[in-house]
């Protein structure tokens, strides 16, 4: 079995490469070409941790991808990545495994904020040239690469409750797009039709049933309710906080991210419409992003 080290191919998938895979995966899944399980989540509360295993087999692709991912959140006090996995890709014809991809929550990411990008594409208003990202992490770093990649953005508006994290990531962008660290999380919602949370945030990401980004009431008031999976988020994304809640059913979710990649369901349709994305993370990301690994490597 090949094992492929994370400097083999970080940042050097291009984000328009890792938004038009992650497109093909969610289109794959709408149309019943992928073949994946429930995700395996574990929940580690005493060490404020989590496991994920996740993973899928895109219809008429070379591997059955297998990811593993970790978020050990008081890693940062430790001064360690908060994040880790790997991706392992068995031959879909023998089951054999065949290459380990030390990732170490780096295609996680990058596949994460590619759904995002996407999203946008079909969710957010075209004319808009500002947006606010709320978080400052890895992932929000990702994001915003992705999210100026796929739309031209005039001004980026960060927010993270480490104001000097929050100005690292604004230094890091400045070459890009005008950036500005809001001071107040409040006020920055209210001025931004676009936003975006890459957090982790317990206390109001997705992801595990303790997470949650968007009050309850948002998913209620939204015209067009989006998840990446229903399954998924109805039971670990901001959709299971609000069922919780009793504010909405599983019945008010428009469609999944794979009915607008498929073109089976319109995006963003009236200039006023209030659209919600809500996004727990899919197995045919991984699949998706693992094989645009192999295929820009050339492996």
Do not use: C
């Not at 392992?88 to 054999?96: I, M, P, R, S």
């Not at 990531?169 to 890459?198: F, G, K, S, Y």
């Not at 369901?265 to 991984?286: C, F, I, K, N, S």
Request: avoid cysteine; aromatic fraction near 4%; charge should be negative.
């Amino acid at each position: 079995m090949r094992v492929v080290p994370l400097e083999a191919f970080r940042e050097k998938i291009p984000f328009a490469v890792a938004v038009r895979a992650v497109e093909r995966g969610f289109r794959a899944l709408a149309l019943g070409e992928a073949t994946l399980p429930d995700p395996l989540v574990m929940e580690l509360a005493e060490q404020r941790a989590e496991v994920h295993v996740k993973g899928a087999h895109l219809r008429g692709g070379p591997h059955i991808v297998l990811k593993l991912a970790t978020g050990f959140y008081r890693n940062r006090e430790r001064g360690l990545p908060s994040g880790d996995g790997m991706f392992l890709l068995l031959d879909a014809e023998t089951g054999a495994p065949e290459m380990l991809l030390e990732e170490h929550g780096y295609l996680t990411d990058l596949r994460t904020a590619a759904a995002v990008a996407l999203t946008l594409e079909y969710l957010a208003p075209k004319e808009e040239k500002q947006a606010l990202l709320v978080g400052a992490g890895a992932l929000a770093r990702l994001t915003a690469r992705a999210m100026l990649a796929e739309r031209p953005l005039e001004r980026l508006t960060l927010w993270n409750r480490s104001r000097e994290r929050a100005e690292a990531l604004a230094r890091e962008l400045a070459p890009l797009v005008e950036v500005r660290v809001a001071p107040a999380l409040e006020p920055a919602v209210r001025d931004h039709r676009v936003i975006v949370t890459a957090t982790a945030s317990t206390t109001v990401g997705t992801g595990s049933p303790e997470k949650i980004e968007l009050e309850p009431a948002l998913l209620a008031r939204a015209d067009k309710l989006v998840a990446d999976r229903v399954s998924q988020t109805e039971r670990y994304g901001n959709l299971h906080h609000a069922i919780a809640a009793g504010l909405v059913t599983r019945a008010r979710v428009y469609g999944e991210l794979g009915d607008l990649a498929a073109g089976r369901l319109a995006g963003r349709e009236r200039p006023g419409e209030l659209t919600v994305a809500d996004l727990t993370g899919v197995g045919v990301q991984d699949a998706a992003i693992a094989q645009s690994v192999i295929e820009v490597l050339g492996l």
